[in-house]
């Protein structure tokens, strides 16, 4: 087995960065509201999953799947990973390989899964998100679901460590100026929730990186 997922299944069975590496990517205000996002769920938090799947390229460098949403849906027009709310009496793996079959045809079964992250609460749409990490052996064939998804892409793990590749600007969102960081990687920025995901899963990178 590649020595990455090896580490990876060791390392997500002990206690993790979790918020302290999540806040690293989130976007700070500036003007307006200038408390943190809340980091504790609502008691009425809606339960949903997104599946980080890796697989290694023709380069034996790992990638990891990025879907662009189609404009008309919920965060529309963002990056973001596989995934979506949960059904009635679904556990968080569940509910990562259905969405990633409903939105980019992955076969549940293909995919081998490695552990999870930290959750994380996105109080703009009230929803407590699992982040479930898996791997394919070798890169997938997709089947894009318009009504979710308008593009379906890889970037390397490599790509998100090059400072070259992280930006920080200030935006104006929901009447209020947030100073926000984002990876440019895309001509869509990589930025918010699904950064903040992703930046955990990248600390865990340097870890192995640091110990190779």
């Given at each position: 087995?590649?020595?990455?997922?090896?580490?990876?299944?060791?390392?997500?069975?002990?206690?993790?960065?979790?918020?302290?590496?999540?806040?690293?990517?989130?976007?700070?205000?500036?003007?307006?509201?200038t408390r943190r996002r809340?980091?504790?769920?609502?008691?009425?938090?809606?339960?949903?999953?997104?599946?980080?799947?890796?697989?290694?390229?023709?380069?034996?460098?790992?990638?990891?799947?990025?879907?662009?949403?189609?404009?008309?849906?919920?965060?529309?027009?963002?990056?973001?990973?596989?995934?979506?709310?949960?059904?009635?009496g679904e556990r968080p793996?569940?509910?990562?390989?259905?969405?990633?079959?409903?939105?980019?045809?992955?076969?549940?079964?293909?995919?081998?899964?490695?552990?999870?992250?930290?959750?994380?609460?996105?109080?703009?749409?009230?929803?407590?998100?699992?982040?479930?990490?898996?791997?394919?052996?070798?890169?997938?064939?997709?089947?894009?679901?318009?009504?979710?998804?308008?593009?379906?892409?890889?970037?390397?793990?490599?790509?998100?460590?090059?400072?070259?590749?992280?930006?920080?600007?200030?935006?104006?969102?929901?009447?209020?100026?947030?100073?926000?960081?984002?990876?440019?990687?895309?001509?869509?920025?990589?930025?918010?929730?699904?950064?903040?995901?992703?930046?955990?899963?990248?600390?865990?990178?340097?870890?192995?990186?640091?110990?190779?």
């Amino acid at each position: 087995m590649d020595p990455l997922i090896t580490f990876l299944q060791q390392r997500l069975e002990h206690p993790l960065p979790g918020k302290s590496s999540q806040l690293a990517m989130a976007p700070e205000p500036v003007t307006g509201n200038t408390r943190r996002r809340p980091m504790t769920p609502a008691g009425d938090a809606r339960q949903s999953s997104v599946l980080i799947l890796l697989f290694p390229n023709d380069h034996q460098k790992w990638e990891l799947i990025l879907t662009l949403r189609t404009p008309s849906i919920n965060h529309g027009g963002q990056i973001s990973l596989p995934g979506g709310r949960a059904e009635s009496g679904e556990r968080p793996l569940q509910t990562a390989l259905r969405e990633a079959r409903e939105e980019i045809g992955i076969p549940s079964q293909d995919v081998t899964v490695i552990g999870q992250l930290s959750e994380l609460y996105v109080s703009h749409s009230n929803n407590q998100v699992v982040p479930v990490v898996g791997y394919l052996p070798e890169r997938p064939r997709f089947s894009i679901n318009p009504a979710e998804v308008e593009e379906v892409f890889a970037i390397e793990l490599d790509s998100l460590l090059h400072k070259k590749n992280l930006t920080v600007e200030d935006w104006n969102l929901r009447s209020h100026t947030y100073r926000v960081p984002y990876w440019d990687v895309h001509q869509v920025p990589l930025w918010g929730a699904t950064a903040m995901i992703l930046h955990e899963l990248l600390d865990l990178y340097r870890e192995f990186l640091d110990a190779s």
